[in-house]
């Protein structure tokens, strides 16, 4: 089994996150339901609605 022989560092941490973040491209657009920037083919983050329809729970309601 793999397993890392020294730890990662803060710096090289973030460098391979660096492009985890939401860019603004042709692949996001706005949610139909609540107008926030989401990935194209993906659930909304913010009201959980997919191609108009209720598939997940809201944000106000997933956090007690």
């Known amino acids: 089994m793999a397993v890392p022989k020294k730890r990662t ?28 920037l989401k990935l194209r083919h993906n659930v909304c983050a913010n009201c959980g609605q997919y191609k108009g329809k209720q598939v997940g729970p809201k944000a106000e309601e997933a956090k007690p």
């Open 9 to 36: 560092s803060r710096s090289r941490r973030g460098q391979r996150r660096s492009h985890d973040a939401l860019k603004i491209t042709a692949a996001t657009e706005a949610c139909a339901g609540c107008g926030e």
